[in-house]
């Protein structure tokens, strides 16, 4: 009986023991992998989510891939039908080209045209709204009748890459 007492007293003070263990361990703190977006020179990622327009019932999904350059550019690559590439856009400082492979249009504007035409964000509001506020690898934009809630992946830092961007003689231009 003394033998069975003790097994019972060695097991409460290892249980105890371990809890006190586990309890005292330092808890570190996890990094968005957003947490560089502060202080970027390049930012690869690449991206998942959904639009909702308002005058459409339900949401589109889409995927794609963002790099951007601080305060120089924005390249977005865009499929959202059976991963096939159906946007194109490259805005820089200066410029906007997009190409819509669905419709085969491309458009190639001023910056500053489409800024007033589609009151849409420069270049490096563009850039803070897709950054979000850093914090989260998810992002909420709302720009006119649209609702795009982004989750980003595979976020690399401060790796130059190439951004390609080629329009094709069978695309038609568009003008806003």
């Known amino acids: 009986m003394k033998n069975r007492g003790e097994k019972g007293t060695f097991w409460i003070v290892a249980t105890v023991f371990l809890l006190l ?8 703190k996890m990094l968005s992998p957003m947490a560089h977006a502060a202080d970027y020179e390049w930012m690869t990622a690449k991206m998942n989510g959904e639009v909702t327009v308002t005058s459409y019932p339900s949401p589109f999904a889409f995927s794609g891939s963002l790099r951007m350059h601080r305060d120089s550019l924005v390249w977005l690559s865009v499929s959202a039908f059976m991963g096939m ?3 194109r856009a490259l805005i820089t400082q200066d410029s906007v080209f997009m190409i819509n492979r669905l419709n085969q249009t ?8 489409v800024v007033q035409t589609m009151q849409a964000p420069s270049l490096q509001e563009c850039q803070a709204m897709l950054l979000g506020n850093g914090t989260s690898d998810h992002v909420t934009i709302q720009f006119g009748p649209y609702l795009a809630k982004i989750q980003y992946s595979d976020i690399q830092w401060e790796t130059p890459v190439e951004v390609p961007f080629k329009i094709n003689k069978k695309y038609e231009r568009i003008k806003l």
């Open 21 to 28: 263990i586990s309890s005292c361990t330092s808890k570190k």
């Open 106 to 113: 491309y458009l190639a504007e001023p910056i500053s045209a």
């Open 85 to 87: 590439e159906s946007i």
